[in-house]
């Protein structure tokens, strides 16, 4: 099993009335940097990159409310967007408050960060931005079928499947991306999932957050908020990518990245060669000098 060069320590806080799991390593005194994991995620998923920093800082790394070892939102029946806005910022009022703090987000952190830094542009000192693309555009006749499809979920909730064993979670995660090595999936299972009381492994996220957002994704409502960053932007890609898939045909997809992208004022661009979506995992070493080197 992969073994961390540089051990993390955990912290509960209280934020907007959930108990928050947050993740730190290194020195409270190091420079501050900020990390956001994505869906179905967890803030240990950032190990790798960590132990590849080549100086000190202090990475704080929450768990999304839901994931990981966060409370779940039992006060309500889904997950909204703008929540996780305003946890960041809950977040960021605790450690730094105000003070503009440096964002490292992936894929769904990095849409949170990059809007969060439109809409706070006085927070945000640096941004780097891991494959958050935003999500694909919808029309407003999708409405009707959204709503529907919401209301249909709410009566038939979603579940996370069980696994038998720590290496059938393994398993699943090299499945997912064949780049993971044997043993960072042993490592991020661990993380990833936990047994429950049948003696099952499950994944450490509500299943809540499968149900369909009945909200349609605006974009030109989150292009807006990126036109206002007033922050240096990194923008971060995977060579072999799967994100294609959630916005069509790859020629179409790469045209609208770009538009997309055109929108952020000051922004430059990075690839990480030989990783797909999880970057982070498939090539630590690369990311951490890109990251270093953007930052110092």
């Known amino acids: 099993m992969y073994s961390p060069e540089k051990l993390s320590r955990s912290e509960w806080l209280s934020l907007r009335g959930m108990k928050t799991h947050v993740r730190h390593w290194g020195a409270d005194g190091a420079p501050r940097l900020f990390m956001l994991h994505g869906w179905m995620d967890v803030s240990a998923s950032f190990q ?24 779940p939102n039992h006060a309500a029946s889904a997950y909204w967007f703008p929540d996780y806005l305003a946890d960041l910022e809950a977040l960021l009022d605790h450690y730094a408050v105000g003070e503009a703090v440096d964002l490292l987000g992936h894929s769904m952190g990095a849409n949170v960060a ?11 000192a640096r941004f780097i931005n891991l494959e958050g693309f935003g ?10 079928a959204r709503y529907a499809r919401w209301l249909d979920e709410l009566q038939s909730p979603p ?20 780049r993971l090595s044997g043993d960072r999936a042993q490592y991020l299972a661990g993380h990833w999932a936990a047994m429950d009381e049948r003696g099952e492994w499950r994944i450490l996220g509500d299943p809540a957050h499968k149900i369909t957002n009945p909200v349609l994704y605006r974009v030109e ?21 799967d994100i294609w898939r959630w916005m069509g045909e790859k020629s179409q997809a790469r045209a609208e990245i770009e538009r997309r992208r055109s929108f952020i004022p000051k922004v430059q661009t990075a690839i990480v060669e030989n990783a797909g979506h999880m970057l982070h995992h498939d090539q630590p070493e690369q990311l951490a000098r890109m990251i270093e080197e953007f930052l110092i």
């Open 135 to 144: 999500l694909p555009t919808t029309q407003a006749q999708m409405a009707p």
């Open 221 to 241: 409502e989150a292009l807006a908020c990126w036109e206002k960053i007033t922050a240096p932007v990194l923008w971060v890609e995977a060579d072999n990518t």
């Open 48 to 71: 790798f990159v960590v132990d590849c920093l080549s100086r000190e800082w202090h990475v704080i790394a929450p768990d999304w409310r839901g994931f990981g070892m966060s409370d």
């Open 114 to 124: 990059g809007l969060y830094a439109g809409v706070r542009p006085h927070r945000v």
């Open 159 to 178: 579940s996370m499947r069980g696994y038998a064993s720590r290496d059938e979670v393994a398993a699943r995660l090299m499945k997912t991306n064949p």
